[in-house]
């Protein structure tokens, strides 16, 4: 669309800029452009609750194009959870509105005396009192903004998690779709920002109409003849949560278990059981997979409402398998209350399976857990101390903040048990766990670990990694997207034919090098150096298990630190990217500042 908006919310100002092409054909879009935002107009070390973080919520070039999967926005912010570069991606319908609504993304700095939201209306946009709002979930939230504004608008908000700025916070679209990582729900609430609004008609531009669409016809062809589509339409992301916690690849008991062994009966993860209660099967704007589902009311033991969404991979690790946990309801309970109080379940469930293994081990009893006994796989509990965790009520406000910041306040010996990466909690693969083309120990444990988002899984880290920016930036699905054929040479057709630009493979790539240097050249400027940064071991099998799929492994993340950092051309023990590598991707002021000039001690004039 060509246009950003600005939002000042301390003073109200509002302004629009149209950057120049430039910044897509050098950041493309999404968390690219975001970053080479942040970066410019924000100093380090600023406070992430504070008025100087800034929001930005932006799509991608494929947002609202015939590219399937072309539904995402990115949310970017310096994460509170963290300290450094933050961003989450959502689906939803949200993303394609706000082009409709005539803008390519919006960035909120300052801190607003009164809850507000902010309304963009087809070219306009303006802040409104959000007071009647504030307290309410999200659910109700996007119901009675969608009726003061009509249908066809379409809402991101927060929940009651983020206005009482816990970091595990999330943003909320569609009643289920989260930008869930990096806590930036708590910066919106931190705001006093309760929702963004965006409604219009405007259409999205796209160069040359008919190859994108005959580029998307074929991808869906492709798609169904693979099975892909029907597979995907008929379960979701669910479906594999029973074969995932034998085969090693979700993480069990706090990542300290074995699925065989502490979970032998998993079938009431079952795929079938998963979709029991489904209503009907949805899906985000204009995506022929609709991999999403809308359940029936709950009428057993947990009385969650009409419309809460299908459980997804993530929250059956989460809240399942991770705390050895195969209640299927229970689970829906607990990722109904996450997104309606606007949590992110990966980080919730996490939490609670943190505290479940301290439970056991006497570090926190009933007295501290207001009566509640967090054993291992005891659902009703999991789902008490989710609904107290994100009401910040009784020990859940112990535990809102992520698991870093719970073993503090607990103390004792509870450090012992976090299990997370730089501050975030872990996305639910075992890096462990061998792939068909990857042999057992050499799968990425570094993207968990050096990404400057850390713990996410969706990026990857290293070359390997490019085409993945490329995919987020784009603002297309990356479960779509992740289908071979979807990626590489297919995406620079589509994103040719819709931007008009025309691009090389090579320098698509270089774009998504140029991504992944800003976001971590953002972290390095706060101070943070992630090779430093908490790891726990268990992630990498040190001590590796002795039974199970995953016996006897243990991974070289050494080895995979050091020839990624070689690849990238970054420093093996800061982790700065050489001053060569800033130049040649065009960052010069980056590269300006992280290799400043040396200061000559000789005296200008005088003996040589
Ligand atoms: S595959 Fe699923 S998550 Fe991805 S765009 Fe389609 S409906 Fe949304």
Redesign the pocket.
């Known amino acids: 669309m060509g246009r950003l908006l600005f939002v000042n919310l301390s003073t109200g100002e509002i302004e629009d800029e149209t950057p120049d092409e430039s910044l897509y054909r050098e950041f493309i879009g999404g968390y690219g452009v975001g970053a080479r935002i942040l970066y410019s107009r924000q100093k380090a070390g600023v406070d992430p609750l504070g008025p100087d973080n800034i929001l930005g919520l932006i799509t991608g070039p494929l947002t609202g194009s015939p590219a399937i999967?072309g539904?995402r926005y990115q949310a970017v912010a310096k994460s509170p959870l963290t300290g450094g570069w933050g961003d989450a991606n959502s689906?939803g319908h949200f993303g394609p509105s706000l082009k409709h609504a005539g803008y390519d993304g919006v960035f909120f700095t300052g801190i607003s005396e009164q809850p507000v939201y902010l309304l963009v209306d087809n070219g306009r946009a303006q802040l409104k009192d959000a007071s009647h709002l504030w307290g309410k979930d999200t659910y109700e939230t996007e119901d009675t903004l969608e009726a003061e504004h009509g249908e066809k608008s379409k809402v991101i908000c927060i929940g009651p998690a983020g206005e009482k700025l816990s970091l595990a916070a999330c943003i909320i679209t569609h009643k289920g779709d989260a930008a869930g990582r990096s806590g930036l729900g708590a910066v919106m609430g931190a705001k006093k920002l309760k929702a963004v609004v965006a409604r219009g008609d405007k259409k999205v531009s796209i160069a040359d109409l008919e190859t994108s669409n005959r580029l998307r016809e074929e991808q869906i062809a492709d798609l169904k003849a693979s099975g892909f589509l029907e597979r995907?339409h008929f379960y979701g992301t669910g479906g594999h949560g029973d074969t995932s916690a034998h085969s090693g690849d979700t993480p069990v008991k706090n990542w300290g278990g074995i699925g065989v062994i502490d979970l032998p009966d998993v079938s009431g993860l079952h795929k079938d059981k998963v979709i029991a209660n489904l209503d009907k099967r949805i899906?985000?704007w204009h995506?022929p997979?609709?991999?999403?589902g809308s359940l029936k009311a709950g009428t057993g033991e947990y009385k969650y409402p009409a419309g809460n969404h299908r459980l997804e991979y993530e929250t059956i690790g989460a809240f399942g398998v991770n705390c050895a946990n195969t209640h299927v309801e229970s689970i829906e309970m607990a990722s109904h209350l996450c997104n309606s109080y606007g949590m992110d379940t990966i980080s919730a469930g996490s939490i609670i399976a943190f505290a479940m293994e301290c439970y056991e081990n006497g570090i926190i009893t009933k007295a501290d857990t207001d009566g509640i006994e967090l054993t291992w796989g005891n659902h009703q509990a999991l789902v008490a101390m989710t609904e107290k965790m994100v009401k910040r009520e009784g020990f859940g406000d112990v535990l809102a903040d992520g698991i870093k910041i719970a073993a503090k306040r607990i103390g004792r010996r509870a450090e012992e048990f976090t299990v997370h990466s730089g501050g975030q909690e872990m996305g639910m693969h075992d890096p462990k766990l061998g792939m068909p083309m990857i042999p057992a120990g050499k799968r990425a444990a570094v993207m968990y670990k050096m990404d400057a988002t850390p713990g996410r899984h969706t990026q990857d880290f290293g070359p390997y990694g490019f085409m993945h920016h490329v995919n987020n930036a784009m603002g297309t699905?990356m479960?779509?997207f992740m289908w071979p054929t979807a990626r590489g040479p297919y995406a620079l057709r589509m994103i040719n034919a819709v931007t008009g630009l025309d691009r090389s493979i090579e320098e698509l790539l270089k774009a998504g090098e140029r991504i992944a240097n800003i976001r971590h050249v953002f972290t390095l400027r706060e101070g943070i150096n992630p090779l430093k940064h908490f790891f726990h071991p268990r992630i990498i099998g040190r001590p590796p298990q002795k039974e199970g799929p995953l016996a006897g492994v243990s991974i070289d993340i050494e080895a995979q630190i050091y020839w990624n950092l070689g690849a990238l051309d970054w420093d093996p023990e800061t982790t700065k990217p050489s001053k060569k590598k800033l130049l040649e991707l065009r960052l010069d002021d980056l590269a300006e500042e992280l290799w400043p000039p040396e200061k000559t001690s000789r005296p200008i004039f005088g003996p040589k």
């Not at 997979?289 to 999403?292: E, H, L, S």
């Open positions: 999967g539904c689906g995907f899906g985000c995506c997979a609709a991999c999403k699905c479960i779509i």
